[in-house]
């Protein structure tokens, strides 16, 4: 499954915006959809991810409330939709899927976009 993302761009604080990820290829079965984001001189780390089914999510505890994640109607599109951003969800976002809800597990990675908050 190759990823493609897409929907970054500089935004002011407070701003909305949405990220999509559109996966193609066949796969062998069901899997997650998620999002992960690295800001200058830091760590990858966790946003959110979603089930196949896409009546499941999981977010990290610095998003909760302002990001929403959420699948196509086709399983093969994620999107992120991102509220009242703040300067330091400036990063560059990833999506990538998995077999399971467990971020460690994610191993198949599209290239990213970037986001800017500026304040």
């Known amino acids: 499954v190759q990823l493609q993302a897409s929907g970054g761009g500089l935004v002011q604080a407070g701003d909305s915006l949405r990220l999509s990820c559109a996966a193609s290829g066949s796969a062998s079965r069901p899997y997650y959809m998620g999002w992960f984001r690295q800001a200058p001189g830091k760590e990858r780390e966790f946003v959110a991810d979603i089930n196949w089914s896409g009546n499941r999510a999981y977010y990290a505890d610095p998003v909760k409330g302002r990001f929403t994640i959420s699948r196509g109607d086709a399983k093969n599109t994620v999107y992120l939709q991102m509220n009242s951003l703040k300067p330091e969800d400036t990063a560059i976002y990833y999506c990538?899927?998995?077999?399971?809800?467990?971020?460690?597990?994610?191993?198949?990675w599209g290239q990213g976009t970037l986001v800017t908050v500026s304040s």
């Open positions: 990538a899927t998995g077999p399971t809800w467990r971020a460690i597990d994610f191993s198949n």
